[in-house]
């Protein structure tokens, strides 16, 4: 897939051009997103990396596309505005397994006391009572949501490869592997 690795405001005197986006990934991608941010209608030429390929192409040759912003994280979407005019829409793709902030949990927690027997999860009559398969109905908030510091707080000792830095080598484990006949060549336990 196409992928925008770098930007520059193309200007109206053809004789004068401006220098691509340089830097890091990390910083280039921050770049190329408030540049478009700050300017969705402007008219910018982008450094074009597809399959290995580089090349440039400005706003009107990518009409119609979706294109990365120097990875999967940041999407743009050439299209055109009522009036006609270009306009670059940027969507940042989410990690589906990031865990949310304690602010956020705790929001969540709020709604769901003051929403607690209106919802239509609780209104709505047991089917376990009723006979159905469904042991694990319940409100995800409920149940418990885990927050980014919940998570960092429970694995503040976690130390990785902790098996493996206790273990010892076994004695006589290793034995001599060489077909020599020669007494120091031989296996232990032989004679």
């Known amino acids: 897939m196409k992928s925008i690795i770098s930007i520059r405001l193309k200007l109206d005197d053809p004789t004068k051009r401006e220098q691509f986006v340089r830097g890091s990934g990390g ?38 596309e979706v294109v990365n912003i120097v990875d999967e994280n940041y999407i743009a979407e050439f299209t055109e505005d009522d009036n006609g005019d270009s306009l670059i829409l940027i969507s940042h793709s989410i990690d589906e397994g990031a865990l949310p902030q304690q602010h956020t949990v705790d929001q969540l927690n709020m709604v769901r006391k003051k929403s607690k027997g209106l919802d239509i999860g609780d209104r709505i009559s047991n089917l376990n009572d009723q006979g159905a398969n469904i042991h694990y109905m319940r409100n995800p908030i409920d149940s418990g949501i885990e927050s980014i510091q919940d998570y960092e707080r ?3 000792k976690f130390q990785p490869n902790w098996n493996l830095r206790r273990m010892k080598p076994f004695k006589g484990y290793f034995y001599d592997q060489s077909t020599s006949d020669k007494p120091n060549h031989r296996k232990r336990g032989r004679k």
């Open 27 to 64: 910083t280039v991608q921050t770049k190329i997103v408030n540049l478009i941010n700050k300017n969705p209608n402007g008219n910018f030429d982008f450094l074009i990396e597809e399959d290995g390929n580089k090349y440039v192409q400005n706003v009107h040759d990518l009409l119609g």
């Open 154 to 156: 429970s694995n503040k």
